[in-house]
């Protein structure tokens, strides 16, 4: 029987169409990163299991990670984040580099999950951290960069926004005013991570299960309409959550400063589904009616380094993944067209043994920064044209033997003037091919 043509459930096969969307995704990233001083980095596919289950949390280790035992007997995973890795990675370095340390990548990641719009096995996430003291600014900074990202695809706070919470807030509701110890209060994080997937019934019947006495469940109603940073505010006050824990007075003021309020929602529900969370986390969420689902999540952490017997260096960050990211710019019409690629002339021959001309040529004009496409069988002008056209290049150019001599005929496709030149003029040929 003939194999499959299809990629693996949930994988893509990246055409060249394809790829050139996600360069075009990625070089904007690049950019983005960059214009905040965030330097590149990239780990290995493999890590160890261990590395996930130490705080990535139990849907990730028991639903989603890809895994297997190596012949020296290693349970080993494909990565399916990023944020162990870069967290083993800077444990390792951070005696000897200065703080904060900001750093982005952009892997490949596997997760075992249900094929669907928006989510597939495999997905490359934009991962922006920043390590260093606590401090609402770096938490700032991480928000500013998704945003910078954002406003450079042409999207605005109509098109997209943050929604926020913090855990030492959640922990503090949660420990001291629930009164739950810690099983009970991993329990109802799970559960609220849930809030928004469950139908209301399953998410009663779960919440009853953990317990939670009377005057505890209306709290915990009033707890989960916080939609507001006015509301947060005065739950806060309410349960004395004490400004100690985060610093939420200055982080609101600041964000109102640099006129960045206006991006972020508080939303209770928002907690994340992975364990490593100790303070700020968000989501960025797609205005659309027709796309309205997270494109990007990310957090303060800052006990993850205890688990390489580090010292405390907390981190900031964020994963934002592609199959969202395109989904997001194709729904607000944002995604470019790259239906065809980008080549400054496409050249071929109109008669026989020319092929050395053609190739010297084209080697003179890549040497002046053109981008050249030849073809090397005999072809004539009319169909060169047309190969040309879908292959999206700027001019098409054709070799002709006249009097003894080589000559090239050239049609600039962008304003349709036609020039015969000689072989020897690539200056010239290069500014008539580059005419608007
Ligand atoms: P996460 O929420 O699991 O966070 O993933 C972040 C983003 O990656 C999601 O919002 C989504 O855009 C994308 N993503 C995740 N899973 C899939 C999937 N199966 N298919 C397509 N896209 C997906 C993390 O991974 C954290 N490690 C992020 C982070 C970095 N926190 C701090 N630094």
Not at 101 to 121: A, F, H, T, V
Not at 416 to 433: A, C, D, M, P, Y
Request: negative net charge; charged residues 25%.
């Amino acid at each position: 029987m003939a194999l499959s043509k299809k990629p693996y459930k949930g994988c893509r096969d990246l055409f060249p169409k394809e790829k050139r969307e996600q360069n075009f995704l990625f070089d904007t990233m690049h950019l983005a990163a960059k214009q905040f001083g965030y330097e590149p980095y990239d780990g290995p596919m493999l890590e160890e299991v261990e590395l996930y289950r130490a705080k990535s949390g139990q849907e990730l280790i028991n639903d989603q990670i890809y895994s297997f035992t190596d012949r020296g007997k290693r349970e080993v995973a494909i990565r399916p984040e990023m944020t162990p890795t870069v967290a083993r990675m800077v444990a390792g370095v951070h005696r000897e580099i200065p703080k904060p340390i900001r750093w982005y990548s952009i892997p490949n990641l596997m997760r075992y999950e249900r094929p669907q719009k928006g989510r597939l096995r495999e997905h490359w996430q934009f991962n922006v951290d920043i390590f260093g003291p606590d401090s609402i600014y770096h938490e700032i900074e991480i928000l500013q960069v998704a945003i910078n990202l954002f406003n450079k695809f042409g999207a605005n706070e109509n098109q997209f926004g943050i929604q926020i919470n913090n855990r030492a807030f959640v922990d503090f509701f949660f420990n001291k005013t629930l009164g739950l110890d810690q099983d009970k209060a991993y329990a109802l994080y799970k559960l609220v991570d849930r809030y928004t997937k469950l139908k209301p019934e399953a998410f009663e019947e779960q919440l009853n299960e953990i317990g939670l006495n009377n005057e505890g469940s209306e709290q915990f109603k009033k707890y989960l309409d916080i939609d507001s940073i006015d509301k947060f505010k005065s739950f806060a006050g309410e349960i004395s959550f004490s400004s100690e824990k985060w610093d939420f007075e200055n982080f609101f003021t600041t964000l109102e400063k640099l006129n960045l309020l206006n991006y972020v929602e508080f939303n209770a529900s928002i907690v994340r589904g992975l364990d490593y969370y100790t303070g700020l986390v968000f989501e960025i969420f797609d205005k659309h009616p027709e796309n309205r689902r997270a494109l990007c999540g990310g957090g303060a952490y800052a006990g993850l380094m205890s688990i390489f017997g580090e010292e405390k260096l907390p981190g900031v960050g964020f994963g934002l993944g592609d199959v969202t990211l395109k989904d997001f710019l194709e729904v607000h019409n944002l995604m470019p067209d790259f239906s065809t690629p980008q080549h400054d002339l496409y050249v071929a021959a109109e008669d026989d043994n020319l092929e050395i001309d053609i190739l010297n040529l084209s080697t003179n004009l890549r040497n002046l920064g053109l981008n050249i496409c030849h073809h090397t069988a005999k072809a004539k002008f009319k169909k060169i044209i047309q190969a040309a056209a879908k292959s999206g290049s700027g001019a098409v150019g054709i070799l002709q033997s006249h009097e003894n001599q080589t000559q090239i005929k050239i049609k600039n496709l962008n304003n349709n003037t036609t020039e015969t030149f000689k072989l020897s003029e690539s200056e010239k040929i290069k500014l008539f091919i580059l005419e608007k």
